[in-house]
């Protein structure tokens, strides 16, 4: 079993409506929490970061944790043609010293289409 | 502010040849780590290096290896090319742990 599940989609919407996307993961010793976009032909670009549950906003996007659960969530909003994109939920780990030593433990990514 | 820049784009080697690829962080960014990303395993961890020391490694064999330079600049270097190790070869840049790590373009490798 993956330390991180996600569902690859893929996944296709009309422009406007709201996505979701999710990640499940095993391992509770999980703190960071990432969301990266990744257009084709390129690097991953990242989203948005959160360590703590609840939500964390910025523009049409919403990171969700819930530690309990295992479970992260990205909802966009107003979906556009432009996000077109795979997204992908990584985490890491940190120790005592506060650093994971730049592991990130990603999951499959899920393909997403926006379609006008 | 420039981004994390990776060279060469594309390479194509041939079986049992060796290969060196090329990271420039983000000014002022000390950790670079690299990853491999195949259609079929995702974004794997390679190793991470910090004020040139290798801090962490991942489950790969010992022909990836890497260095990274007092300027901070990494490079990895696959030995003994397989098949299997053509991917695109990723650099992420952060500051000195993993709260935001930034990604380059990538390396696209074909082994043939």
């Known amino acids: 079993q993956k330390e991180v599940e996600q569902d690859p989609g893929p996944l296709s919407v009309p422009e406007g409506a709201i996505v979701s996307l999710n990640c499940t993961y095993s391992n509770s010793a999980f703190q960071y929490f990432m969301w990266y976009r990744q257009y084709s032909r390129k690097g991953p670009e990242l989203l948005m970061y959160?360590?703590?549950?609840g939500n964390k906003e910025d523009g049409r996007f919403t990171a969700q944790v819930d530690k309990s659960s295992k479970y992260i969530s990205l909802f966009i909003r107003d979906s556009q043609p432009s996000d077109s994109a795979t997204y992908l939920c990584a985490m890491s780990v940190f120790n005592a010293g506060g650093t994971s030593y730049g592991k990130l433990t990603f999951g499959q990514g899920t393909i997403l289409t926006v379609h006008p | 502010k420039a981004g994390v820049t990776q060279t060469p784009r594309y390479l194509i080697k041939t079986r049992g040849q060796q290969v060196t690829l090329s990271c420039s962080p983000i000014?002022?960014?000390?950790?670079v780590s690299w990853y491999q990303q195949t259609p079929g395993q995702g974004l794997q961890f390679l190793f991470e290096?910090?004020?040139?020391?290798?801090?962490n490694k991942g489950n790969f064999p010992g022909r990836f290896s890497g260095r990274q330079f007092s300027n901070s600049r990494s490079e990895m270097n696959v030995s003994t090319l397989e098949l299997g190790d053509s991917a695109l070869y990723l650099c992420?840049?952060?500051?000195?742990?993993?709260?935001?790590?930034?990604f380059g373009q990538g390396t696209r490798l074909t082994v043939v």
């Open positions: 959160t360590y703590s549950s």
């Open positions: 992420a840049s952060s500051l000195a742990g993993i709260k935001e790590a930034f």
């Open positions: 290096y910090f004020s040139e020391t290798q801090r």
């Open positions: 000014s002022g960014h000390r950790s």
